[in-house]
């Protein structure tokens, strides 16, 4: 199922966090200008929020312990022993959808 969550208007420097309704934690999304992208933002290593991280490439880097994840799979890196959820996302009739 499809829900709209944001406005592309709401992002600040490409990035917004969201509460979504059923999920445990706030969900990140990256507007890359070409596509957007939205896992949890919380790493699976500290709990520490991935909001803040640099971005390069479709990865997303923890600051706080160096993990990184795909921001298309929420695929991770050591030192975070789990993934992160990723979910599908789109920017359409003026909304950003996200499917969960």
């Known amino acids: 199922m499809w829900i709209p969550v ?4 709401q992002f600040e420097n490409g990035r917004l966090v969201v509460k979504v309704e059923g999920e445990k934690t706030p969900v990140l999304l990256l507007h890359t200008g070409e596509e957007i992208f939205a896992i949890s933002d919380i790493c699976t290593h500290d ?4 909001s803040d ?3 390069e490439g479709e ?5 706080r312990h160096g993990a990184r994840f795909n921001l298309r799979t929420g695929k991770a ?5 789990r993934p992160v959820k990723a979910y599908k996302a789109k920017i359409e009739d003026g ?3 996200l499917e969960v």
């Open 53 to 55: 991280g640099p971005v």
């Open 47 to 50: 709990k520490n929020p991935l």
């Open 6 to 9: 944001a406005t592309p208007e």
């Open 59 to 63: 990865t997303i880097q923890c600051t």
């Open 77 to 81: 890196t050591l030192p975070a022993p």
């Open 95 to 97: 909304q950003v959808w």
